[in-house]
């Protein structure tokens, strides 16, 4: 038994090891890759504005401290709800992207002139862009991006909190 | 059963190159897919980016090798079991992504469909693992029986 064990050990060692060349071949002839958004994908809460600036205006983390607190402009979360809980701007929506946009939720979002859509900037961000694409299919015109994301909120000091959401609704949550 | 079990092997060797050859080609377009998965930091990314196409080489070789076939599905289980592991999560905390299962060339989203499929291939790797004889002396002493 064993004997079984170890044979089972060393030839899964064997095929690891050969792996570990061959990824060593592969990383001294092409280098680290770094993470590149498919052709066409919008990187709505990147820190390089692309296409999304036609379609979705950025706003940047200092002009939307000023609209903090206006009853006309919702923040609205687009990460996942557990991230969101972990800290948010304050008073925002926690909406993920798949969530359910319809009855009470969608009415709230129609209450606010405009949308502020964040997320944490990492990668291709493609769950905020879905998000503030299905915002402007319901008819929602202004929506913005927060550019830079939460990470530049929280960095600048503006005001952010943890816990459940207050404005979420059973048909967010 | 030696049948099954070949065929079994065959066809997880070819779903392995199918899922390496398109990391390979596009590993910028895989290293996002992980990141989107928010398990890894991000300076993690590229060099998993970089292995996991690697290691699925070695196991679609191992596969088709007698001497290796055993340790090449307890691999493949354990790598298959990983990456359904992780869809699910992505599911659970309602990350929409595309799942990078195939690299760029088929792009899928994460649904539980995928992760059913991954479970699935895990559990055709168990096959492998728990019929075939341990080393070529075991095989022969099964054959003297």
New interface residues.
């Given amino acids: 038994m064993l004997?079984?064990a170890m044979?089972?050990t060393?030839?899964?060692?064997?095929?690891?090891t050969?792996?570990?060349v061959?990824?060593v071949a592969?990383?001294v002839s092409?280098g680290?890759?770094?993470?590149?958004?498919?052709e066409g994908e919008v990187q709505a809460c990147s820190a390089t504005p692309s296409l999304a600036e036609a379609q979705s205006p950025w706003i940047e983390a200092t002009e939307a401290r000023g609209l903090l607190g206006d009853p006309s402009v919702m923040f609205v979360d687009c990460r996942?709800?557990?991230?969101y809980q972990t800290g948010h701007i304050s008073g925002a929506l926690s909406l993920?992207?798949?969530?359910d946009l319809q009855g009470a939720a969608l009415t709230q979002l129609h209450s606010a002139q405009t949308i502020i859509a964040y997320c944490d900037a990492?990668?291709?961000c493609?769950?905020s862009h879905?998000l503030a694409a299905r915002l402007r299919e319901l008819g929602l015109s202004d929506v913005r991006i927060l550019k830079d994301g939460l990470p530049a909120w929280v960095q600048a000091g503006y005001p952010a909190e943890s816990g459940p959401c207050r404005l979420c609704t059973e048909s967010t949550l | 059963m030696k049948i099954v079990t070949w065929a079994f092997c065959v066809i997880l060797a070819v779903v392995f190159v199918v899922a390496a050859v398109p990391k390979?080609i596009?590993?910028?377009?895989?290293?996002?897919d992980?990141?989107?998965y928010?398990l890894l930091p991000?300076n993690l990314?590229?060099?998993v980016?970089?292995?996991v196409p690697?290691?699925e080489?070695?196991?679609a070789?191992?596969l088709l090798w007698p001497?290796?076939q055993?340790?090449?599905a307890?691999?493949s289980l354990v790598l298959l079991v990983g990456f359904a592991a992780a869809m699910a999560q992505a599911r659970i905390?309602?990350?929409?992504?595309?799942c990078g299962c195939f690299g760029?060339a088929f792009?899928s989203k994460v649904s539980w469909l995928t992760v059913a499929r991954s479970t699935l291939l895990a559990a055709m790797s168990a096959v492998p693992l728990f019929t075939l004889p341990?080393?070529a002396a075991?095989a022969r002493g099964r054959q003297h029986v």
Avoid: T
């Fill in positions: 004997r079984a044979s089972l060393q030839q899964s060692l064997r095929i690891c050969a792996a570990l061959l990824g592969l990383l092409r680290i890759p770094k993470p590149v958004p498919p996942p709800r557990d991230l993920p992207s798949d969530s990492r990668g291709g493609e769950s879905r | 390979l596009d590993p910028g377009s895989f290293a996002n992980l990141l989107n928010r991000e990314v590229g060099l980016a970089l292995f690697a290691l080489l070695a196991i070789a191992a001497r290796y055993r340790g090449a307890l691999i905390r309602g990350i929409d992504l595309s760029a792009e341990l080393s075991d």
